[in-house]
């Protein structure tokens, strides 16, 4: 089992930035991709950022892309989503989560790959 924990979550305005972590426990870090999604009231959870096991490659969501920034520290068992430009559209609860690596899926962008979920931090951007 992995367990993980997400903070950084709250209230910003629109263009701020706010930085989420994810604290992970239970099992090798570095043996897991890390992705982080997030899910709007009355909307289907969505595909935001994804980090490989080393840290080595990540991919993004177009939605995002060149205002979110996703990192790791295997060292210190957490990732990183650092959020800039932040848009009111992007209110949802945010989510960590992880799969295996070495089962072989490199890059995932579809939750159905992730087998451990954080709880969930909230963010709101307000206008």
């Known amino acids: 089992q992995v367990q993980l924990v997400e903070s950084g979550g709250g209230l910003v305005q629109a263009g701020g930035s706010l930085r989420l972590s994810c604290a992970a426990s239970?099992?090798?870090?570095?043996?897991?991709?890390m992705g982080w999604f997030r899910q709007a009231p009355g909307r289907e959870r969505e595909f935001v950022a994804h980090?490989?096991?080393?840290?080595?490659?990540?991919s993004y969501a177009d939605s995002v892309s060149g205002r979110f920034s996703i990192s790791r520290d295997n060292a210190k068992n957490t990732v990183y989503l650092q959020m800039n430009s932040l848009k009111p559209e992007e209110t949802a609860v945010y989510y960590c989560?992880?799969?295996?690596?070495?089962?072989?899926?490199?890059?995932?962008?579809?939750?159905?790959?992730?087998?451990?979920w954080g709880q969930g931090t909230q963010v709101t951007v307000s206008s």
């Open positions: 980090i490989s096991r080393s840290g080595s490659s990540s």
């Open positions: 989560a992880a799969y295996d690596q070495r089962r072989g899926v490199v890059v995932s962008t579809w939750d159905g790959s992730y087998d451990y």
């Open positions: 239970g099992r090798t870090f570095s043996d897991y991709a």
